[in-house]
C-alpha cells in the first residue's frame, strides 16, 4: 500500500509517561513522525494529540489500535486531508534594516496574510497561520533577504462537520459510570474503522 | 462498589485514630495492606537499598504474606509469571531499584507477550534524586513502557491505595498483562492516611470488557452452520478467560475439529476426540496442512503469532475467518478476518454455542486423522519407540506421561525439549502448560515451576529444561533448597544448544557455530543445593528414574542424556507457508 499524509487524532488522560508511550508505538514501526501538538480538549483534563505521519492507511489503522489499547487513551482516530481542517503557525525573523530598505513590507504581509509580531533594530518578525503550502510561500519569499531564523509548529486540526466525538467525550467526562457500557466503535464500524 | 476492609490489627498499634478517619501508616506499611486486601499471599523477591522499607515492613507481616526470596530478579518475575499462570491469580514482585528493576525486563516482557498478570513492584531513588543519575537509579518507567500493559511511579504516598488497585486492576482484567509500579523510597517511609481499601473495577478511559455485538455472533454462526469443512484453531484466551467449559460445550454441539496453540495447550483435554492437535512450527501435521483446507477458520483467544501462521500470504486464503479476541488491536493484526467477535470467549462461545447446528463433519475430521498418521508412522513412532541405543526426547515424555497420567503440571524450558515436550505430553487439566511462547525466552523454566509449585502445590510440577537453558537460572537451585518448592526437574541433555544447531544444520550447511555447549555435572550442582538427583543415558533405566523423580519426596532433579543430533519434525520452515509443513529434513 502507498504511503499518504495521514493526520491522527488521540484524545487521552493529561499523563506523564503517556507520550513517550505513544511515541514509541511509531518508533517500533519505524514510522517517522511529521509533527506532534498536544493540547487540552474543551473538556477539562483530557488532552488532545495531533500526530501528522506518512503512512500506509493499512499501518495506521494498527498504529491506531496498538495507540487505543493505552490505557489512557480514550479513543484515537486518522484522517485523511479532506476529512480536517487544519492550520500551522510560521515565524519568521528577519534582518529589519534589509526588509525595510529591500522589501514593500505592507504588499509582503497583504500577500502572505502575515502579521508583524515584533520590530526591532535589528529583526522583525512575522506570522503567518495556514496549510503547508502558505507558509511555506512566505518562506521562499523572505529566503533571499537574509532570513535568519524559520520555525513551523505542528498541525492542529479539527474534523469538518462532525460533533460525534466531542457527544461522546462529554458523556466519559459526565457520567463515567454507565459509560462504561459504551461500545467500542473499531468494529461496531468496520467498515471506516478509525476514520470517524 | 465492593470495598474490602483492611487489617486493622497492625494499624491500631501505630495509630488510635478510629474507623472513619483512616489510620496513619507509613507507605511500605500500606503496600502491604494492599496486596492482602487484592488477596495476594506469595511474593517473588530480592531485596536491595530503595526498598528497604517495604522489605522492613515485611518482617511484621511475614505470617500473612509468604516472600520467597530467589536468587536473581529474573527468577522473580518468572516465578511470579509462573504462580500466576497456574493459579490464575496475579502474580507479585518485589525488586529494588536500578540493577533489580533492570533484571525484571526479560521476565516483563515475557509476560506481556504471554498475556500473563503480573504486578511488579521496583523500589527507586528518593524522589528528589530523580534524574540525578542517583546510585542505583535507572529510569525503569521509560525502559519498560513498551513491555507493560501499565505502568506508573509514585512520588505521592497519598497515591500508593488508589494506584496499586488500579494495578491489580489492570493487570489482571481484559487482556492481563504485567504492570510495574515504582516507589521511591521517601514515599515509602513517609506517613499518611489510610482510610478503607477500595477495590478498583472502573478506568475511565479503558475498556477491558467489551460489550458483545450479537450481529456479528450472528453472522459468525451462520459461515459455521453453512460450512462443509470448519476448523477451530484456539489459543489461550479461552484459559485466561476461564472458559474451558464453554469452549469444550461450543465444539462438542457442533463437531468441529480443533488444535491448539502452544499457549492454548491444555484448555482442552489432549486425548479429546475433536482435538486434532498442535498448530504452529512444530506442531502437527493435519492441523498445519487442512488450515489451507478448511472454508471457514473460527480462531478462538489466539493472535496469528508467526510461528503459527508461517507465510501469511499462504496462509487460510480458501478460508471465511471468524476472530474471537478480546483485544481488539488483534483483529485483522495478521490475518484479516471476516467476522470478528470481539469480546471475552467467556461471553461469546456460550452465544454462539447457542446459534450453532450440530453437523457430521466425519470425513473431514478423518482427513486430519489420516495425515496425522501419517505423522505418526513417519516422525513419532520412531521418536517414540526408537530402535538406535540413545534415548530420544520423545520416549521421555512417553514414559512420563504413562507415570503421570497426563495429571502433572509441566513447564517447559525453550528449545528442542519444549517442543518435544508440547507436541507429546498429555494434560489433562486446564492451566497445566507453562512455557515461555511468545519471547521464548531460555531460563523460564526453572524459575517458573518454582512459580508454578507455589502456585497449586496440590500437584506435581514437572520441569523439562535443556542443558543449556539450565545453566541460564540454575542459581535458582538456591530458592528450591531454602523453600522448598516441589519441583521435579528433568534436565534433557543433547550436549548442544539442539534447536539452533538443528537450524545451523538445515539451513546453514552444517556450520555449527557456537551450539557446542559444555556442562557441569548437574546431579553434582543439585547436591549441592541439597537437591538429590540422578544421571542416565540407558533405556532401561528411564522408567525407574521417573518414577523415583515423581516419587521422591520433595524436589528431585534427572539428567537424561539423550541423542546429540536428534531433530525435531515435522517442521514448517521459516518463510514457507503451514502448508509446506515437512515430515524430515528430505522433504525440505
Redesign the interface.
Known amino acids: 500500500m502507498t504511503k499518504k499524509e495521514f493526520t491522527i487524532t488521540i484524545y ?2 493529561n499523563q ?2 503517556l507520550l ?2 505513544i511515541a ?1 508505538i511509531f518508533s ?1 514501526r519505524k514510522t517517522n513522525i511529521e509533527s506532534m501538538n498536544i493540547s487540552p480538549t474543551e473538556v477539562s483534563s483530557m488532552t488532545r494529540f495531533t500526530i501528522v505521519v506518512n503512512e500506509s492507511e493499512d499501518v495506521i ?2 498504529l491506531c ?2 495507540i ?2 493505552q ?4 479513543k484515537s482516530y486518522y484522517h485523511n486531508e479532506h476529512e480536517i481542517v487544519w492550520q500551522e503557525l510560521a515565524l519568521y525573523k528577519v534582518p529589519t534594516d534589509i526588509i525595510a530598505t529591500q522589501i514593500k513590507v505592507e504588499r509582503l504581509l497583504r500577500e502572505n496574510g502575515a502579521n508583524t509580531v515584533v520590530i526591532r533594530k535589528d529583526y522583525t518578525v512575522f506570522a503567518v497561520t495556514g496549510c503547508r503550502a502558505e507558509t511555506e510561500a512566505l518562506f521562499k519569499v523572505l529566503k533571499p533577504y537574509g532570513l535568519i531564523e524559520f520555525v513551523r509548529s505542528g498541525r492542529v486540526a479539527i474534523l469538518k462537520g462532525s460533533n460525534e466525538f466531542y457527544d461522546r467525550v462529554k458523556e ?1 467526562h459526565q457520567n ?2 454507565e ?6 466503535n ?3 464500524e ?1 467498515e471506516k474503522v478509525c476514520s470517524h | 462498589m465492593k470495598t474490602l476492609k483492611i487489617d486493622k490489627e497492625k494499624i491500631s498499634s501505630v495509630t488510635n485514630a478510629n474507623e472513619d478517619t483512616g489510620k496513619t501508616i507509613s507507605g511500605a506499611v500500606a503496600v502491604l495492606e494492599v496486596l492482602i486486601a487484592e488477596g495476594v499471599d506469595t511474593i517473588f523477591g530480592y531485596p536491595g537499598g530503595a526498598i528497604i522499607p517495604i522489605y522492613d515492613a515485611l518482617y511484621d507481616y511475614h505470617t500473612k504474606l509468604k516472600h520467597i526470596l530467589v536468587r536473581h530478579e529474573q527468577g522473580a518475575i518468572h516465578a511470579a509469571q509462573g504462580f500466576a499462570r497456574v493459579s490464575g491469580k496475579t502474580g507479585v514482585v518485589f525488586a529494588t531499584s536500578g540493577p533489580g528493576a533492570t533484571n525484571l525486563v526479560t521476565g516483563i516482557a515475557d509476560a506481556m507477550i504471554d498475556s500473563t498478570p503480573v504486578v511488579c513492584i521496583t523500589g527507586q531513588v528518593f524522589a528528589s534524586l530523580l534524574g540525578t543519575d542517583a546510585f542505583q537509579e535507572t529510569d525503569i ?2 525502559i519498560t ?2 513491555i507493560t ?5 509514585i512520588t505521592d504516598v497519598n497515591e500508593i491505595p488508589e494506584v496499586l488497585a488500579k494495578a491489580f486492576y ?1 493487570a489482571g482484567s481484559g487482556r492481563p498483562g504485567p504492570v510495574l509500579i515504582d516507589i521511591t523510597k521517601d514515599v515509602q517511609m513517609a506517613t499518611f492516611n489510610f482510610k478503607e481499601y477500595k477495590k478498583c473495577e ?6 477491558p470488557k ?2 458483545v ?1 450479537k450481529n ?1 455472533v450472528e453472522a459468525a454462526a451462520q459461515l459455521i452452520n453453512n460450512a462443509e469443512r470448519p476448523f477451530v484453531i484456539f489459543g489461550q484466551g479461552i484459559i485466561l478467560g476461564n472458559a474451558e467449559n464453554e469452549f469444550r460445550q461450543f465444539i462438542e454441539k457442533t463437531g468441529i475439529p480443533a488444535a491448539w496453540t502452544i499457549m492454548g495447550m491444555s484448555a482442552l483435554p489432549t486425548d479429546h476426540p475433536l482435538g486434532m492437535g498442535m498448530l504452529g512450527m512444530h506442531g502437527n501435521y493435519g492441523p498445519n496442512l487442512l488450515t489451507n483446507e478448511c472454508d471457514v477458520l473460527i480462531a478462538v483467544g489466539m493472535r496469528f503469532d508467526d510461528r503459527v501462521t508461517g507465510r501469511l500470504d499462504k496462509y487460510a486464503k480458501q478460508a471465511k475467518v471468524i476472530h474471537l479476541d478480546i ?3 488483534e ?3 495478521n490475518v484479516k478476518a471476516d467476522v ?1 467477535v ?1 469480546g471475552d470467549c467467556k461471553e461469546t462461545l456460550p452465544l454462539l454455542t447457542e446459534l450453532v447446528n450440530k453437523k457430521n463433519y466425519k470425513d473431514w475430521i478423518q482427513k486430519f486423522k489420516d495425515l496425522n498418521q501419517k505423522e505418526y508412522e513417519t516422525v513419532i513412532q520412531n521418536e517414540q519407540n526408537p530402535s538406535g541405543e540413545e534415548l530420544t526426547m520423545g520416549e521421555v515424555i512417553k514414559t512420563m506421561n504413562q507415570l503421570t497420567n497426563g495429571n502433572a503440571i509441566i513447564v517447559t524450558d525453550v528449545g528442542q525439549h519444549q517442543m518435544v515436550t508440547c507436541r507429546y505430553a498429555k494434560y489433562n487439566k486446564s492451566k497445566s502448560n507453562i512455557t515461555s511462547g511468545g519471547l521464548g525466552t531460555m531460563g523460564f523454566a526453572l524459575p517458573a515451576a518454582i512459580g508454578a509449585a507455589f502456585g497449586d502445590s496440590s500437584r506435581t510440577t514437572i520441569a523439562i529444561i535443556g542443558d543449556g537453558g539450565f545453566q541460564m537460572t540454575l542459581q535458582e537451585l538456591g530458592t528450591i533448597m531454602q523453600f522448598k518448592p516441589n519441583v521435579k526437574i528433568i534436565i534433557l541433555n543433547n550436549q548442544y544448544l539442539g534447536m539452533v544447531r538443528q537450524w545451523q544444520q538445515l539451513f546453514h550447511n552444517n556450520r555449527y557455530s557456537f551450539v557446542d555447549i559444555t556442562s557441569p555435572d548437574f546431579v553434582q550442582v543439585a547436591k549441592g543445593f541439597g537437591i538429590p538427583g540422578e544421571s542416565i543415558s540407558k533405556r532401561e533405566n528411564l522408567n525407574n528414574a521417573i518414577s523415583k523423580l515423581l516419587n521422591n519426596n520433595g524436589s528431585y532433579l534427572l539428567e537424561i542424556m539423550v541423542g546429540k543430533n536428534d531433530n525435531v519434525f515435522p517442521m514448517v520452515p521459516q518463510g514457507r507457508g503451514v502448508a509446506d509443513c515437512v515430515l524430515n529434513s528430505d522433504e525440505l
Open positions: 487521552t488522560e506523564v509517561g513517550n508511550r514509541i517500533r489503522i494498527k489500535r496498538q487505543e489499547k490505557v489512557e487513551v480514550f466519559f463515567i459510570h459509560c462504561s457500557q459504551t461500545k467500542h473499531y468494529i461496531e468496520k | 518507567i521509560n513502557a513498551p500493559k501499565w505502568n506508573y511511579q489492570i472502573y478506568i475511565r478511559s479503558y475498556r467489551p460489550v455485538r456479528y483485544d481488539p488491536a483483529i485483522d493484526k470478528p470481539w
